[in-house]
């Protein structure tokens, strides 16, 4: 039995990954604010992973692989997706970097980062309490 194979704390494991990845993201995009013709990346989760959970309902569980899914969803749900923004243009070289904008996000992912970090250490906390761990 997996202790720590609960939804809750899948979908923290899920979103610490997608901060990771979007700390990389940022950090790309600030290494290259001078280079000409450079188009950010930005990395879309958090709309993706609404729409998985508003889409959810009853989802019927399969014992064999022969059993007919029902609504089930897709194995690439949720997961986080690196998207260009080639529709703006910041600078007179086609660079759509905003060095600030950049570093707006980087704090607020650090801070996001922070907090799930937090929250998995607690769940970790209560599950060590549960089985008389200190």
Do not use: C, W
């Amino acid at each position: 039995m997996n202790i720590l194979n609960k939804p809750g704390f899948n979908l923290l494991e899920r979103s610490l990954d997608a901060a990771a990845l979007r700390q990389k993201v940022i950090a790309d995009n600030v290494a290259n604010v001078d280079t000409p013709n450079f188009k950010r990346s930005d990395v879309r989760f958090e709309e993706l992973l609404q729409q998985e959970m508003n889409g959810g309902g009853l989802v019927g569980k399969r014992t064999d692989a022969k059993h007919i899914p029902i609504n089930q969803t897709s194995t690439t749900a949720g997961t986080p997706q690196v998207v260009q923004d080639t529709e703006t243009f910041m600078n007179n070289n086609q660079n759509n970097v905003d060095i600030d904008y950049e570093m707006a996000l980087m704090a607020k992912n650090q801070l996001r980062y922070n907090v799930m970090v937090q929250q998995v250490n607690g769940e970790i906390k209560k599950l060590r309490t549960a089985i008389g761990g200190r």
